[in-house]
């Protein structure tokens, strides 16, 4: 007789406490981030600081670790064999999820809606790379190296088609409130598939996979990991509602958006044919000017006269610069 195949062992149920901590945290970040957004984008700071080269580097790091555990993820569910109908399942709602943020913001935020953001990225990204979790890790890590820098290599002009922005090989930058391309944002999907089939065997069992949360933090930041769409989906609103509410009791920052309002006027003089040190005095004295005449952060397009009315003061302004008159 021959001999009975040994039993598959069953799939352990427990989930991994130290994923959903780390998925957890990376919640908090982004939460953090969406806040200082929040708070920039209703003018309760003197500018959008997640606008800022820092902002844009930390929002960038915040995405990258979404992605590396949506690929770590991957491998942990599916590593055994695909399990179709939680995968399916999964894809269901992150991809509706994903069709609901872009009718929220198109209703929101027509001229900036998020058409491919950090959601849509991840549903197409975990069908990409369902097929990956089986192949060789190096093979997978050699193709994380490709679509990561594929941009600063396939980047085309013939690629700025608006029905191919969600690849990212353009030149251009479309305006949307949240752009997570497929490059190079795939490859870091593959490098977490890397990282996890390469840490898998070697962490099985390890003092990592047995930790469990205990203390309260711990626990509230496993919990939101295990319910990472949930969070996801309800936090900006509760945000925007947050702040939305503070500037109604504050009103703006007294110097909101007055760096920005400098810097474009300074760029606008320039380009008529204005010297470059006037151009920043007028600035100075411009914002000043509007503000003493009540016309600066009102948040409503001028009226024909106001907008005389500052033309006058940017006028005066000018020529005080250059030391033809005096100021107002």
Same mark, same amino acid.
């Given at each position: ?31 953090? *981030?969406?806040?200082?957004? @929040?708070? $920039? ?23 990258? &670790?979404? #992605? ?8 942990? &569910?599916?590593?055994? $064999? ?14 509706? !999820? ?13 001229? +900036? ?5 950090? #959601? ?20 997978? !890590? ?35 409130? @949240? ?12 490098? $977490?598939?890397?990282? =996890? ?30 319910? +990472? ?8 609103? =509760?945000?925007? =509602?947050?702040?939305?509410? #503070? ?8 110097? &909101? ?6 810097? @474009? *006027? ?51 302004? *000018? ?6 008159? =005096?100021?107002?």
């Amino acid at each position: 007789m021959p001999a009975s195949p040994a039993p598959t062992p069953p799939r352990s149920s427990r989930r991994i406490d130290a994923l959903d901590l780390a998925r957890g945290a990376a919640l908090a970040a982004m939460a953090a *981030y969406h806040g200082l957004w @929040d708070l $920039g984008f209703l003018q309760l700071t003197p500018q959008n600081f997640a606008l800022t080269p820092a902002g844009r580097l930390a929002a960038h790091g915040i995405a990258g &670790a979404f #992605l590396l555990l949506v690929g770590v993820g991957l491998v942990l &569910a599916n590593g055994d $064999g695909v399990r179709w109908r939680p995968f399916a399942l999964r894809l269901a709602r992150i991809g509706g !999820a994903a069709l609901l943020i872009t009718l929220a913001t198109w209703i929101a935020f027509p001229q +900036s809606y998020i058409f491919f953001g950090i #959601l849509h990225c991840i549903a197409v990204s975990s069908v990409l790379g369902l097929p990956f979790v089986f192949l060789p890790a190096p093979v997978t !890590a050699l193709a994380a190296t490709l679509v990561l820098v594929a941009p600063h290599v396939v980047a085309h002009p013939l690629l700025d088609v608006p029905e191919l922005y969600f690849l990212g090989l353009g030149r251009g930058l479309p305006d949307t409130n @949240d752009w997570v391309p497929l490059f190079p944002w795939f490859g870091m999907v593959l490098a $977490g598939i890397a990282l =996890a089939r390469i840490a898998r065997p070697i962490l099985a069992g390890s003092w990592l996979a047995r930790w469990q949360a205990r203390n309260a933090v711990a626990r509230g930041a496993a919990f939101a990991g295990r319910h +990472s769409l949930a969070v996801y989906l309800v936090h900006q609103p =509760a945000l925007l =509602a947050l702040f939305t509410g #503070l500037v109604t009791l504050t009103g703006p920052h007294p110097k &909101a958006g007055l760096a920005g309002f400098r810097k @474009d *006027y300074v760029g606008n003089c320039t380009r008529t044919g204005g010297e470059l040190q006037a151009c920043r005095i007028a600035a100075r004295c411009t914002a000043d000017a509007l503000r003493r005449d009540g016309l600066w952060g009102s948040g409503k397009p001028y009226s024909g006269e106001e907008r005389a009315r500052a033309q006058g003061l940017s006028q005066l302004c *000018y020529e005080a610069a250059e030391g033809t008159a =005096a100021p107002p």
